[in-house]
């Protein structure tokens, strides 16, 4: 491997000033390569998800660096940053956060739309992505129509409609029963084994944890362990 | 981006349906209110100029004082005589009659039955003069107007108020103490614009009224038309001349009297109307501003409401500028439909105040177009706090917000 994908030097990142300063991150070394899965755990409030919303380039650090690709994120500017997710970065959030009252159609072809793709287009690659998540044929459906491992999967399809290099979930399980979760986590794999995209995920459940080639556990802020573990034997996919 | 913003806009609009029609209401009011108070007030400008443009361009109308219109009066300048009239007769050529007019608001009585209206004094050129039609009986004859007989000529109004179907024709009136012949009817020339009826009047020889009304030999004005061949603007410098001599006013000082023809009464007139219609549009204009605070009021709303559809957003990738567009759009979308909504309640409004004022309606694209555009600025501007707002929102917060 040449250049990583991800690489962190350093990386702090301080709440507040004064007596009511926190600091979430207190310097974060992490180097992750194109093609890697990357578990994240920790108790909470260890920083797992501030450290996820600096990858995802949502935030940025308060000192150190990070490089994505080679290029610098504490130097871009906003509207930098959000061109960056959006050509770059997949999101996969906890709460799903789907627009409500939008087909899951719609809210897939979301970041198509701020890409400038025309509606054929969209409506073509929204179809595919959705029909790639076991979701084919329930575009027209809107969110609170759809079951919560169904609204997860729109919001995997949406995070993976505009073939992103990187892709960020934050507990994408956290609020699904443990047969959904497998679901997803075997949608992450295959994602990740397939098409070669690199995910990067924060899980409190060690079950979950096991679909990673890699398990790096936070504990105040600071990385206490990185461990790379043999892949699954058992179902890696779906069958 | 932008029509997709635009549809997006609609699709907002159309999901709270309710509040976006009270949201619009304002402007709504505001646009419909303005353009109908213009549109109104150009067809009363109008209407005046036509009904006065319409006694004919040959007409001079004299009056003691400078100025003429509502809220100005000839106090302090002397009134006219008899004898001005017969100056100006005698000693100017060219013109075809002098027609002194004098008036008093009276009650008439008729067979048991009571109208107010207004008496004029004057010659037998008056109704010449005024374009006016004899339909029954006949007009006062030089005995009659030397003597100040008691004899009038009637309007439609009058003669209906008065007399019913009748022909009032050799009937009587009595006009306060005294009672007078009914020697003629006037063809009915209809409502005028300042809301006045004409046909709502009485004419008598000038002496008769000077003497058993007014109780004065005081002439109120003086009308001169002016022959076909001879100058109007002669007439007017010897008129002004012979006035000045007569009314003893010193070459440096300003003249005491007016002379003007029925064009400059038209324009005087109008610029009357004009300046209120300004008043009344401004007036309306304000309410515009109401309604678009109101909607910044409602965008900021919906800015806080949709917190987490902002942040997912900007999370996947839309820029400041795209979020600030999108808001800003709907912002104007919402404005603009209250215009249009405005103006076709405006139309409709104009259409039947004009028909209820006797007024022409006189469709005015400019003040249409102006609305339309101010509403879609109003837009813009009360738009645009909210909007920025909405794009300057911190991503992560944003989708923390519940
Ligand atoms: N915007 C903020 N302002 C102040 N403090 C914050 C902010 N965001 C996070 N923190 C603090 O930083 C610490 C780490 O938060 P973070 O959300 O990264 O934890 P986490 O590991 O994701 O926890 P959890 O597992 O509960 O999600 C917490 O103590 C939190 O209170
Ligand atoms: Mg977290």
Redesign the interface.
Known sequence: MSEPLISLTEVTRRFGTGAAAFQALRGVDLSIDEGDFVAIMGPSGSGKSSLMNILGCLDTPSGGSYRFRGLAVEGLSRDQRALLRRHALGFVFQGFNLLARTSAQENVELPLLYRGESATQRRERARAALASVGLEGWGHHSPAELSGGQQQRVAIARALVTGPSLLLADEPTGNLDTERSREIMDLLTDLNRDKGITVVMVTHEADMAEYAHRVVRLVDGRIASDVRQAERQDGGGRA | ?IW?ALLLALREIR?NLMRSFLTILGIVIGVSAVITMVTLGNGATRAVSDQISSLGSNLLIIRPGQHLGPGRDSAGSAAFKVADADALRNQINGLAAVVPVSSKSVTLVAMSRNWSAGVTGTSRDWFSAGKWQIVSGRVFNDAEERAGAAVCVIGETVRRELFGGLDPVGRKIRVKQFSCDVIGLLASKGQSTMGNDQDDLVAMPLRTVQRRLTGSVDVATMMVSVRDDASMDLAKDQITWLMRERRHIGPGDNDDFSVMDTRQIAETLSSTTKVMTGLLGAVAAVSLLVGGIGIMNIMLVSVTERT??I????????????VLLQFLIEAVALASLGGVVGIILATVASISGSALMHVPYLFNPMINLLSFGFSAAIGVIFGYVPARRAARLD??EA?RHE
């Open positions: 981006m997709n999901r987490r559809e942040g997912i957003r900007l999370a996947i990738g839309a820029l400041e500028r795209e991503p992560i989708l």
